[in-house]
């Protein structure tokens, strides 16, 4: 065995697809997880401890039973749009108990930690493709809980040795090319998804929310990233940490943007379906353009997404979507 994880949140979307590669690379893996936004049936192995991660006691029972080697932490909420109206419940999920599990952490000696951030902390940005050393200024509830966490990071370290890597995902789409794990949201606010609900009729159309943003043709542009090469640069940057490396922060994306029409054109062209598209006015807090600049962790770790045509991104997520359906 090459040691022993902790993953938060292991029952969700992207944690579930990290505790798959754990497995295969021979880490014993335990999961905690609330299941709130989880879902038992995406677990595809390791141990399932329900509960949450603001839990000092069940922290404390975890730690006392298990020598972990590092923890991985998926457990946060991330709609922008709710962080907006709900900042509280945003500021207790994603940053107090985040700081309880920290607690736990140096409380037993547990001091490798690897950390989902998001381009959400970059807010509107100023330069094209975003580097890490762009200023972070987030522009919604979401992303300052987010840099929040962040900041706590780096002020565990210089206190307590605590040496962490923090993941800054732009759009996580896609899912396992087995088709047993995948996106699994209720409700579902992300495009891919919804493009693909659209497709095979589960409802009328999509959505797409601005046509006027100053991009090719006038809608937004996100950087795509399959999900299993997000769990990749988990697994790259736990081997790093295990083998002594300092804290860093890196960007995790395609280095491709692609407008909500250019996903929609290429999910006809994968599904062969028609996709009924309504226009409609911009969501609040939608940037124009969010595409990341990975040169960072390619350098640093090797890292290289495997899933790099949106088209094969999209495949996944179909396969996933019709097995769902049946
Ligand atoms: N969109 C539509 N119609 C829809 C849904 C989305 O037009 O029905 C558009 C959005 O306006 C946006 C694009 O599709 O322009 C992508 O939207 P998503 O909701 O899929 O993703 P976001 O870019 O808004 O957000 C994602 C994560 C956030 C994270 C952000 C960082 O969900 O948690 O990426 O890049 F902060």
């Known amino acids: 065995k090459n040691g022993t994880i902790l993953v938060v949140g292991g029952a969700g ?29 995406l677990v ?48 207790r999920n994603n940053l107090a108990e985040t700081l309880t599990l920290l607690e736990a952490m140096v409380r037993h000696d547990v001091r490798r930690f690897i950390f989902s951030s998001t381009a959400a902390v970059y807010g509107e940005p100023t330069a094209i493709p975003i580097t ?78 601005g046509t006027d943003y100053a991009t090719t043709d006038g809608t937004c542009v996100r950087d795509y990233v399959h999900v299993n090469d997000l769990a990749r ?19 995790l994306g395609s280095s491709n943007g692609y407008s909500v029409n250019e996903v929609i054109a290429a999910a006809r ?12 006015p911009r969501r609040p807090g939608d940037p124009a353009i969010l595409v990341a600049s990975s040169e960072k962790i390619k350098h640093a770790l090797g890292w290289k997404p495997a899933y790099a045509s949106l088209r094969t991104i999209i495949r996944t997520a179909w396969n996933w979507h019709l097995k769902q359906a049946h």
């Open 13 to 41: 979307y992207i944690g579930s697809h990290m505790v798959r590669q754990l497995l295969a690379a021979r880490y014993d893996v335990v999961i905690l997880d609330n299941l709130s936004t989880g879902n038992r049936k």
């Open 44 to 91: 595809p192995g390791g141990e399932l401890v329900p509960g949450s991660l603001g839990d000092a006691e069940v922290l404390d029972r975890l730690f006392a039973g298990h020598d972990f080697d590092a923890v991985m932490h998926f457990a946060a909420f991330s709609q922008v749009g709710q962080s907006v109206n709900q900042p509280l419940v945003y500021y």
């Open 132 to 209: 890490e050393d762009h200023p972070c200024l987030p522009t919604n509830p979401y992303g300052n809980t987010k840099l929040a966490v962040e900041r706590l990071l780096a002020d565990c370290d210089a206190a307590y040795g605590l040496k962490h890597t923090v993941l800054r995902y732009f759009n996580a789409a896609g899912a396992d090319d087995a088709g047993d794990i995948g996106e699994l949201h209720d409700p579902e606010t992300h495009l891919i998804p919804i493009v693909l609900q659209a497709a095979s009729g589960l409802i009328d159309h999509i959505r797409v929310f």
């Open 233 to 251: 640069a988990h697994l790259l940057a736990l081997d790093a940490l295990m083998q002594g490396a300092d804290s860093a922060t890196y960007n």
């Open 269 to 280: 062209s994968v599904t062969g379906k028609e996709i009924p598209v309504v226009t409609g």
